[in-house]
């Protein structure tokens, strides 16, 4: 069994391509709902419906080390603090999943402030 191409998920995909963000939003919302009416039809998934925002945190090494804070772990606790750290799904009387996120309580926005990561508390190896 050979396959050309990035590989495919299910046994039908639509994969909607073009060069604005927000018209494929759109356009991707209205045909999840098509398809989501369609009898038969199982698991749509729409990767645009999650808006993404890439974060770059640059560690002072030097300072984490003195602490006894490995860099990897204040990587880990921004990620888990801002984009939250599943802890299970819960699943509506439609029979839809819906995934639970533990994170750092929103504040005015849709995703917690970056004034917030000074709040942030970030485990050493000796726990402390």
């Known amino acids: 069994e050979f396959e050309q191409g990035p590989p495919i998920e299910a046994p039908v995909a639509v994969r909607l391509v073009g060069p604005?963000?927000?018209t494929l939003r759109t356009l991707a919302a209205r045909t999840q709902q098509v398809l989501e009416t369609t009898p038969g039809t199982l698991y749509v998934k729409n990767p645009v419906q999650t808006r993404r925002t890439d974060l770059q945190v640059?560690?002072?090494r030097e300072k984490?080390?003195?602490?006894?804070?490995?860099?990897?772990?204040?990587a880990r606790a921004v990620r888990f603090g801002l984009a939250g750290l599943p802890a299970g799904t819960f699943r509506d009387e439609a029979g839809e999943d819906h995934p639970i996120l533990v994170r750092m309580p929103l504040e005015s926005g849709a995703w917690p402030a970056l004034g917030a990561l000074e709040r942030l508390h970030v485990a050493s190896v000796t726990g402390a």
């Open 20 to 22: 604005e963000l927000e």
């Open 58 to 60: 640059e560690v002072d």
């Open 64 to 74: 984490a080390g003195q602490l006894g804070v490995p860099a990897a772990e204040v």
